[in-house]
């Protein structure tokens, strides 16, 4: 598969996690080098969630910094993704990496992490472009706002989804709840419950979505939601 996932949450609190992930890096550069010398074309794009669990680590921070930098030759694209503007500012190799990023993306941020950042020297803003930052919203279910800084270029763009991308990609613990208490009192499952409520998102009743659901699957079998 061209896509792989590496899943750490179960050693999180460990102090082998570093290591783990360093160990799968490293890996993952060697076949893309490998990968490269067949296709020059293809480019590979490599990503860290939840950044902030490892940037704290000065050897993993510096380990991909390192990678980082090799990566590119092999036309990859690493990628920290964080939720505090503050995380990559933890050591010297977190912040060299955000110095030399190409684009940083920011999704809405605390007035007091920008101005703390830009105090620091670690942020270089002019007070208009401060307030640009700052104005970064984010209206769920609807639209997401970022700011992005590519180069010398700053500018402010927005992710819209509809009703169906949002159930089906929400990450928020009330949503997700949510899903769970809807697909519990109908008997419904995880398709189903996430197409209902971005029926009902879009302003349909709770009935009317459940026989419309209803209707949809009456070539598998006809369902009673009332009971």
Known sequence: SSFAVLELDDIATSPMMPVVAMSFLQRTAQEAYIEYLKDKTTVRLIGVDEAHKVLGNEIFAKFFDDFGRRIRKYRGIPVLITQA?????????????????????????????????????CLILNPFKQKLMESVNLKAPHYNEFFMRQDN????????VNADEYWTYTSNPNDREKI???????????????WVLARVTEGMSYEKALYELNKKESKSGTKDWDS
């Open 85 to 121: 503007l503050e995380d990559f500012f933890i050591n010297y190799s977190a912040s060299v990496f955000f110095v030399l990023a190409s684009f940083k993306i920011f999704l809405r941020q605390k007035s007091e992490s920008i101005a703390n950042a830009i105090k620091k020297s």
């Open 153 to 160: 270029t700053d500018y402010v763009g927005i992710l819209k």
């Open 180 to 194: 769970d208490a809807v697909a519990a009192k109908y008997s419904l499952s995880t398709y189903e419950t996430v």
